[in-house]
């Protein structure tokens, strides 16, 4: 183990900036995610229950393998940390972040493992610093749901002793709501079954405040299921849970963990169902096609059918009800793709041979359109003793049912995986479960917040096969205009995401320009969308406008022009080219824009937050300054993967964090300010980057400045006086060129043109303060110099030709009425 003793050649002792601790960390983290990744290379179930016990634990690694060694040079490096507390607190907050990534990873054996991993790394810092527990604990209380609820990481960290107990067992039972969030509720249920009952991580009184949350909703489940109601999914076997709880703590012991069955990972993916059952619901489903393929179809028929399923008991409990589903599913999957009953398949003329998962071959819809008009009944005809919520557990269990074989089928059938199978199924119910109908209506919210799950869980980084079927239901006119239209907008939450995870599937391919056919086709796809929202849903970009703008890269001019275009619809916009438009006058000016991204998680999860917020208050210390520039660095193995050598998004964040407190800042002091810019801590952070930045992160800085310039508000006015005050105070000619770039670039591709953009490039080429037509820079190329004279028409009507001498330019530009009062001291 000798060549990891010292970790990056640190040299002497207490050297390393925490920039440089994360850095060496995350080479760290690449190497042993890769050792990790080669353990599960081969046969995922083999592998892992060869060498790593079964289930597959890292555990079962011996002391000397590479693994683990990398895990011990963990508390060196802490040792050669200038700053040992920060340093500890950044790698800890980096690996939370990484396990919750890892948690996403397929096949499902090497997201255990890799969580495993990032939680043995982070048990390791907390050796070096104990500090790490109150900061996870503070982490998981202001992670969103998703992350806080994580099956995986969260369990895993209590069992590791990195969270405090009763702190996290209180947070769920509060997050619980007293049961009305289904999530939390069955994640506590599940959490309680893992560290008090399997894993003893947690004692019994230190989860006393879960146990009696989860005991309250366990009555009210009770009388649920008392008056004939199914139990919500995940919290059928609360009632025993509690039992044992109950049990174990009478004993003062626990009852010994559970040893996992072979080929845990693939039953995980698919639990048994017993043979007996499987032939009765074949036997249920062919006596279905028979009443869905009379020619008359009648909901006489159809009734009759539920009203025999439900004596049955198919629809009563939860485990029928989910073979049932299951196995229909799987029926009508493997007929849908058998083709066959060439009249009826779609596509059959097209016999371009079997090319499996491209989905050319003729498809058999029939089953798959039985199969969903059976799942639409239930869902619309379905009740029994008035319990509401019966009809979305039908809907949620035949939805995880279609989802577990395509995730199946996905991971270890790919040859006979089609998305359009899954897409014909989907859209089929986006349809029907919409149509006009008292009972549907009452709980259609609820059933397009379903759908959008699905497609969360479904998303293109996860199955990129399943892409082009995902784009078309995440954009389907059955869902994404009602999930925005839903009152109060309690969807766009919903779609928000499902269009962040599109742009982070495209991210790196446009960033690269590497264009397939496949992409460009998405690519288009998306823009349609974005297009669809600006004329119909303008709103919905202007609230989320900083949360797409991370996701959307720096080569897509026009795609982010169309998210910044936007503006609130009850809005009229000033004409940009009004040659005596005061912008400081206009009433909207002072307004501040809604916002609904959160604009300082990066900075918060980056713990740059704190220093910018008190440089701010002080206007010092200086050294805060100078060390900005190394901390909006990523380390070398994450900037190769985001193709950019700076923290964009933490840029993004400070930007716009930096300019709003700026902005609250101006309006304690009142309107006698000379100059909204003049000589403030805000302006000397921005003047500081711009200055010391390279050009690439220049660049990056001052499109986060271009991205505020948007529809008439109090962001846009601060910002377009940023802007023209770098340009102005500029040190060299270069900055002033690629202040220009940033402006031009966006105006140069087809509209739409943020308004706020074409008012700062105005005022910038109008107002002789700027003697913009003197710059070298214009002169450089005949092209370039042409490009000026035509943005010079379109912006400020037919001036004269700006080549020649430098001065004539300026002066008649001059000579026209100065539009702007912006910049004017």
Not at 500 to 516: D, E
Not at 611 to 634: C, F, G, H, I, W
Request: overall charge neutral.
């Amino acid at each position: 183990g000798m060549p990891h003793a010292d970790p990056g050649g640190a040299g002497g002792d207490n050297v390393l900036s925490t920039a440089r601790v994360l850095e060496r960390l995350g080479a760290l983290v690449a190497q042993a995610e890769g050792l990790v990744g080669q353990l599960c290379t081969g046969n995922p179930s083999a592998a892992a229950s060869g060498a790593l016990g079964n289930p597959p634990s890292l555990a079962a690694l011996p002391a000397e393998h590479e693994v683990v060694q990398t895990l011990r040079t963990l508390p060196v490096l802490l040792a050669h940390a200038q700053h040992r507390e920060e340093s500890a607190g950044a790698m800890a907050n980096r690996l939370f972040k990484r396990a919750h990534e890892a948690s996403g990873a397929s096949p499902p054996v090497l997201a255990r493992l890799l969580v495993q991993l990032h939680v043995a790394a982070l048990a390791r810092v907390h050796s070096a610093w104990p500090g790490v527990t109150a900061l996870l604990t503070e982490l998981v209380r202001y992670s969103d749901e998703e992350r806080a609820l994580n099956r995986d990481v969260t369990p895993a960290l209590l069992a590791a002793g990195l969270l405090r107990a009763p702190d996290l067992c209180a947070l769920v039972a509060k997050v619980m709501d007293g049961g009305r969030s289904a999530q939390a509720t069955a994640f506590g249920a599940h959490l309680v079954r893992q560290c008090v009952l399997t894993d003893r991580s947690v004692s019994a009184p230190e989860a006393a405040e879960l146990v009696s949350a989860l005991s309250k909703v366990a009555q009210r489940v009770a009388q649920q299921v008392g008056s004939g109601g199914a139990a919500p999914p995940g919290l059928e076997g609360l009632p025993q849970l509690l039992d044992e709880v109950r049990a174990l703590s009478a004993v003062g012991g626990a009852p010994s963990a559970p040893t996992g069955g072979a080929g845990a990972d693939e039953e995980a993916a698919r639990p048994r169902v017993p043979p007996e059952v499987r032939e009765q619901v074949v036997q249920m489903w062919s006596e279905w096609l028979a009443v869905y393929s009379q020619p008359a179809q009648s909901d006489k028929a159809y009734a009759s059918f539920m009203v025999m399923l439900q004596q049955q008991g198919w629809l009563k409990a939860a485990e029928p009800c989910d073979h049932f589903f299951r196995v229909i599913v799987e029926i009508a999957v493997e007929s849908a793709a058998a083709g066959g009953d060439g009249d009826k398949g779609e596509g059959a003329s097209s016999k371009e041979g079997g090319d499996g998962g491209a989905g050319r071959g003729a498809l058999n819809f029939r089953s798959l359109d039985a199969l969903s008009k059976l799942v639409a009944i239930l869902v619309r005809y379905f009740s029994d003793a008035g319990a509401s919520n019966t009809r979305l557990t039908l809907l949620h269990r035949a939805l995880a049912a279609v989802l577990r074989v395509l995730l199946f089928q996905y991971d270890h059938e790919p040859s006979k995986f089609n998305q359009r199978i899954y897409f014909r199924l989907l859209g089929n119910w986006l349809f029907d479960l919409n149509a006009p109908d008292p009972v549907l209506d009452s709980i259609n919210f609820q059933v397009l917040t379903a759908f959008a799950n699905a497609l969360h869980a479904l998303q293109p980084a996860r199955l990129p096969a399943f892409a082009f079927a995902w784009l078309e239901l995440a954009s389907h006119r059955m869902l994404m205009p009602k999930l925005l239209l839903a009152k109060g907008h309690k969807g766009w939450v919903l779609f928000q995401r499902l269009l962040v995870h599109l742009c982070r599937f495209l991210y790196p391919f446009l960033n690269s320009a590497n264009l397939t056919e496949p992409v460009r086709l998405l690519y288009r796809g998306l823009l349609r969308v974005l297009l669809v929202l600006l004329h119909d849903f303008p709103e919905f970009l202007c609230e989320y406008h900083f949360a797409l703008c991370d996701v959307i890269p720096p080569t897509c001019v026009q795609m982010r022009n169309i998210v910044l275009s936007a503006f609130p619809r009850n809005m009229r916009l000033p004409d940009p080219f009004m040659p005596n438009l005061k912008v400081d006058l206009l009433p909207e000016i002072t307004q501040p824009p809604r916002l609904l991204s959160s604009v300082s998680a990066a900075l918060d999860s980056a713990g740059l937050r704190p220093d910018v917020d008190s440089y701010l208050k002080n206007r010092a210390p200086y050294t805060m300054l100078l060390e900005l520039r190394q901390r909006l660095l990523l380390p070398e193995a994450e900037a190769s993967a985001a193709g950019s050598r700076y923290n964009v998004p933490l840029l993004n964040s400070l930007v716009l964090h930096v300019g709003t407190q700026a902005i609250a800042q101006l309006q304690t002091k009142g309107p006698q300010v000379a100059s909204p810019i003049s000589n403030s801590a805000p302006m000397d952070i921005f003047q500081q980057l711009v200055g010391e930045l390279d050009s690439e992160g220049r660049y990056l800085l001052l499109n986060a400045l271009a991205n505020q310039l948007r529809y008439p508000n109090n962001h846009t006015h601060y910002f377009s006086c940023v802007i023209l005050g770098l340009f102005h105070e500029a040190g060299s000619d270069q900055i002033q060129e690629q202040i220009t770039r940033v402006l031009v670039e966006r105006l140069i591709v087809h509209r739409p043109h943020p308004w706020g953009l074409l008012i700062t490039f105005i005022e910038l080429i109008k107002n002789p303060r700027y003697s913009f037509w003197a710059k070298p820079f214009i002169r450089a190329a005949p092209e370039i110099e042409k490009l000026f004279e035509s943005v010079s028409r379109s912006c400020m009507g037919p001036a004269p030709s700006p080549s020649g001498q430098g001065a004539s330019g300026a002066d008649e530009a001059s000579s026209a009425a100065t539009p702007f009062s912006l910049a004017q001291e």
